[in-house]
Structures are given as C-alpha cells and as structure tokens.
C-alpha cells in the first residue's frame, strides 16, 4: 500500500517537473512566463505566488469536487482561483510590500494563468486532496524552475548581471547577491524583451527535447510509450 | 422537467460558491486593510523624504498637508499637497498629482516643487505601465526621474518642457515615448498649479491634522527604520 501510493507521488514529481512541465511542455501561462521573466528576481517573485495559489486552488478544489457539477465546475474554479489570487494579493500588499510593488499588474494577473485551471480541471477535480496539493505543489515548483531559467538566461543576455533587484524580494541581505556577469555599455534590448523571451524559450523546449531523445536511445528496449497530454476540454461531453 | 431542476440546482450550488468566495475575501481585506494603509503611510513617508531633502524643513511633513480637488493635477479626484516649512517659513511643497495620458492609464507621482518654483524632486507613486518599457519612470528602473531635478518652468509655454522627440530637454525611452510624454506634461502642470496657487496652498486650513493622533504612533514605529532608498 504505502509502496503504491510512493509511486503515485513519484510519479507527480516526474510529472511535474519534466515530462508534463506546465513551462515547457503544456505550454501554459505563457503570458506571465514571457513578459515578467526579464530578470531572476522577478521570475522567482512570480514563481512564488503561482505556486502558492496553485497549492491553495488544488486543494480546494479537490475539497469540493464531490459538489461540484460538471456543467457549472468552470466558473466554480475560476471563482476559486480568483479568490485566492485576490487574497494572496492583500496578504502580500501587507506583508511583503515591497514584493508587491515590483510584481506590480502581474501578481492579478495569475488569475488568467491557464496552468492553474488546467491543474484545476485536469488533476484536481479528480484526484484526493493530498495527491491535488502535491500536484499542484510540484507543477508549481516546474513552472517555477522555467521561469527562473528563462529569467537567468535574459536576465545575463540582456543586462549581464543576476539578482538584479533581489533585495526588493529578500531583504536588505539579498543586495550582496547581485553578480555583475559582464559590462554593457547599453542594455541588449532584444533579451530584454518578449520576442527574446520567446526565442529562448524555444531553444529551452529544444533543449529539453534534446534530453529525452538521448535518455530514450540509452534505453536498449524502449517500450511503446503512451504520450499522455492534458486537455482542458471545456466541452461538457 | 429535469432540466429546469438542473438549472435552479446548478444556479444555487454557483451563487453558493460565489457567496462563500466573495466572503472570504472580504475577510482577508477586512483583516489586511490597518496593514495595507500602514505600509502604504510608511513608503509615503520615506518617497517624501526622498524628495525634500530632511534636513531642509522642521515641521512634521505628513502632519501639514492641504487637500485640493483641481483638473491642473490631472484628475477631478482630490490630491494632497504637503507643506515643508522651516521654523514656519515655507520652503517646498510635495504635490501628489495624475498623468491622465500614461500607456495603460494613470499614472499616479509626487512632486516637490521649491518655493522658488524649481522642482526638487519626483517619484512614481503607482502606474500600469509596459514592464521592461514604461516602466523605467520608476527610480528603482531607471534614474530617469532624476532628471526633474533642479528645472524650472521659465514661462507658462515653456517649450522646453517635452520629450526630446518632440524638441524638449527631457530624453523619451526606446520603444516608450508616451509614458515619459505623459509624465513630463504632468509634472508641468503640477509646477503651473504650483505658481498660481502658492499663497493660498501655504495659508490654507491644515487638512491632516485630524488624523494626528493615529499618525504618530506610526511614527515611532518608523524613525528607526526608515531613510531607505
């Protein structure tokens, strides 16, 4: 039993992470993903307070999935998820201020996030409240990771420099962590810019393509692998 | 039949969630709104010390302020002008005002203008400007700002209060020169209401003393953590 259900949760952590990556495979919440992604601290702000409303609104929505009918369980989520981005707004604009301010409309903006409700739809809505938050929780931790990836890579191409910026996310400690990577005499705007956060976002997904081919060869045998792809389908069947 | 029962029960099992949803959140609000206007008071604090230098006046600055309500200031809201005097002579005074033609709406800055009309020092206090593009108005951005500093309107037509794009002495941004056009014209603005309206601001009935008494105890709070930035 207790091995079981060990392998249910690694699977969600393999999930999460790689093979279903909300960044680089489901290509979802590209918006946020691109256009914040400019330096290391943003996307580590941001990156934070998805995870925390995508944990929130698994849970939750794992919660009431038994009252939930299918026909209306669209707008019951995103009643959901909206109330938690709401809330994790206030506690933020309280407690972490300067957070905040530098999240600026992209902290809202969660709520348009299509990671979220198609964690919602696809996995919450379905599975037991542990399972849901882990999930959520793991997706959470793989959006993450693509967004502080992307946001190193742009944040050296663009400014060549790192944690830009961190002690508006840290504290006064995090000013000692910027790292000036190399001198411009003007910024690279290209890197700065959404169509440099969509060009190495390709070379990301091509990267990560690149591994699972090679991990598939040292396979001697590979079996015929179902490719699983999650379908937010909003169709009432 | 059995449609119109799925409808009124899915219409209530919705209105339910909503309910619940609203009330949870206006609970947070409810709970976080002290917290939120404490935070908002202190950053307010420290962006006027910012801009009036401290040392330059002795009055307790967020405690001598009139409110005003014109369209110079960029809307038909009320604006907050704070006083700086020393041993009651005036020196500066802090302006909040709206740029009404931001990119993605207002945008919403302070400005300290010297009672000789120069202006000493501007802040962004809030805006929805492009990320990576507008959004250099903000000091933490781009010292952009910075360039206020020190000018004076030489006239009400003062043509040299533009972006460069448009013959001006202030530079646009690459890929933004509405952000900064709006700003500009704004702070121009605020220095005219400033000129015109000088006298009657530093004569005029003190509007913030009324919440002195929950201002201070903020204030200790403050003095030993303050002058960031």
């Known amino acids: ?237 | 039949m059995s449609m119109s029962v799925a409808i009124s029960k899915n219409s209530k099992i919705l209105a339910l969630f909503a309910i619940s949803c609203t009330a949870i959140v206006g609970l947070v609000n409810e709970l976080t709104k002290d917290k939120i206007y404490q935070q908002q008071q202190k950053q307010l604090l420290s962006t006027l010390n910012n801009i009036i230098e401290a040392d330059r006046y002795n009055n307790e600055l967020t405690l001598d302020c009139v409110k005003v309500n014109d369209i110079a200031l960029g809307s038909d809201k009320e604006q907050t002008v704070y006083l700086a005097r020393l041993n009651s002579t005036p020196v500066a005074a802090a302006i909040t005002a709206v740029a009404p033609k931001g990119y993605n709406g207002n945008i919403e800055l302070i400005v300290a203008i010297n009672v000789d009309g120069s202006i000493n020092g501007v802040r962004i206090l809030d805006h929805q400007e492009t990320p990576g593009l507008g959004d250099k108005i903000e000091l933490a951005k781009s010292n952009w700002i910075t360039s206020f500093s020190g000018k004076s309107l030489m006239s009400n037509n003062d043509s040299r209060w533009a972006v460069a794009k448009d013959g001006g002495m202030f530079d646009q941004f690459t890929g933004a020169t509405i952000t900064p056009r709006a700003v500009v014209s704004a702070v121009k603005e605020t220095a005219l209401y400033f000129k015109e309206n000088q006298k009657s601001l530093f004569t005029h009935e003190n509007d913030c003393q009324l919440i002195k008494q929950t201002l201070v105890s903020d204030d200790k709070e403050k003095a030993s953590d303050d002058h960031e930035n």
């Open chain 1, 1 to 237: 039993m207790t091995m079981k259900i060990n392998e249910e949760f690694k699977e969600i952590i393999w999930q999460g992470l790689w093979k279903n990556n909300p960044g680089l495979v489901q290509l979802l919440g590209l918006c946020p993903l691109l256009a914040v992604t400019s330096t290391v601290t943003n996307a580590l702000g941001l990156g934070i307070a998805t995870l925390l409303v995508l944990v929130c609104s698994n849970a939750t929505v794992s919660a009431v999935r038994q009252w939930v009918p299918k026909e209306v369980r669209i707008p019951i989520f995103v009643l959901i998820i909206a109330a938690f981005v709401s809330c994790v707004q206030l506690l933020m604009n309280a407690f972490t201020h300067g957070l905040y301010q530098s999240l600026g409309i992209f902290l809202p903006l969660i709520v348009t996030n299509c990671a979220i409700i198609g964690r919602a739809e696809a996995y919450a809505s379905k599975n037991p409240i542990k399972q849901a938050s882990f999930d959520g929780l793991m997706m959470g931790i793989g959006f993450s990771l693509v967004l502080v990836t992307l946001g190193t890579i742009r944040e050296v191409l663009g400014q060549g420099t790192l944690f830009d910026g961190a002690h508006l996310l840290l504290g006064d400690w995090a000013l000692a962590l910027r790292v000036e990577v190399f001198q411009f005499d003007s910024q690279f705007l290209l890197a700065i810019l959404p169509p440099g956060a969509f060009i190495v976002m390709g070379f990301l997904i091509a990267a990560k393509n690149v591994i699972d081919d090679k991990l598939a060869q040292q396979q001697p045998k590979p079996e015929k692998q179902n490719i699983e792809r999650v379908r937010v389908n909003f169709d009432a069947q």
